[in-house]
């Protein structure tokens, strides 16, 4: 069981809009730690898409987006593409575990 | 900037694997390094961190049995695993987190450790 729970499968057609949801608790998102996602495509290392809730590293597509309200936080993907298809991660700190939590991930399918 | 993984293989149960990490492109002795797996067809587990200064923080499932440690003359990150158990069958990666900013950007390609009989 996640500390931090996303929904198993996303999905949506080619050029549409999806989104992830990271839920965690006042423990962790809700203490105002930041949040990270990832994205995993098949027999890969993790690539990290955004840190700190809603920044992109150099090199991300701006068409992944972060945000983040109370104990929730969410990954967008805009202009779906057939390589956007992988696993997708969220991550936090959790001061009750006092250490890091990986969400329990999302599988996103285009369509 | 990159990270190497080894040390990776079939170990019986109740055994002790070593598994390493050289950088280049940076000094892991500046940066908070990172040890996550991923066990077959499951998700990502952080299992344990060394910040620059050398303290450390382990998940509740590795804690006691594994211990992070850096060798600064190597440059190099490793992860003593002791009292192994089937379900430390997994993907391990080491990963630097970014500096100044959060996540774990760079990430070695991963050593395989399977715990069987």
């Known amino acids: 069981q996640s500390v931090l729970t996303q929904p198993p499968s996303v999905s949506g057609a080619p050029g549409l809009r999806v989104t992830i949801s990271c839920t965690g608790s006042?423990?962790?998102?809700?203490?105002?730690?930041?949040v990270h996602w990832y994205q995993q495509l098949p027999g890969t290392a993790p690539k990290l898409l955004i840190y700190?809730?809603?920044n992109r590293p150099s090199g991300v597509p701006d068409r992944f987006s972060g945000s983040k309200s109370g104990t929730s936080a969410s990954l967008a993907i805009t202009g779906l593409q057939a390589e956007d298809e992988a696993d997708y991660y969220c991550?936090?700190?959790?001061?009750?575990?006092?250490?890091?939590?990986f969400g329990s991930g999302s599988k996103v399918t285009v369509l | 900037v990159q990270l190497v993984e080894s040390g990776g293989g079939l170990i019986q149960p109740g055994g002790s694997l070593r598994l390493s990490c050289a950088a280049s492109?940076?000094?892991?002795?500046?940066?908070?390094m990172n040890w996550v797996r991923q066990a077959p067809g499951k998700g990502l587990e952080w299992i344990s961190i060394?910040?620059?200064?050398?303290?450390?923080k382990y998940a509740d499932s590795v804690k006691g049995r594994f211990t992070i440690s850096r060798d600064n003359s190597k440059n190099t990150l490793y992860l003593q695993m002791n009292s192994l158990r089937a379900e430390d069958t997994a993907v391990y990666y080491c990963?630097?987190?970014?500096?100044?900013?959060?996540?774990?950007?760079?990430w070695g390609q991963g050593t395989t450790v399977t715990v069987s009989s």
């Open positions: 990963g630097r987190e970014y500096p100044d900013r959060g996540g774990v950007d760079v």
């Open positions: 492109g940076f000094i892991v002795s500046s940066d908070y």
């Open positions: 060394i910040y620059s200064g050398g303290s450390t």
């Open positions: 006042r423990s962790n998102i809700g203490a105002g730690y930041g």
């Open positions: 700190d809730n809603t």
């Open positions: 991550q936090s700190y959790d001061s009750s575990l006092s250490g890091y939590v």
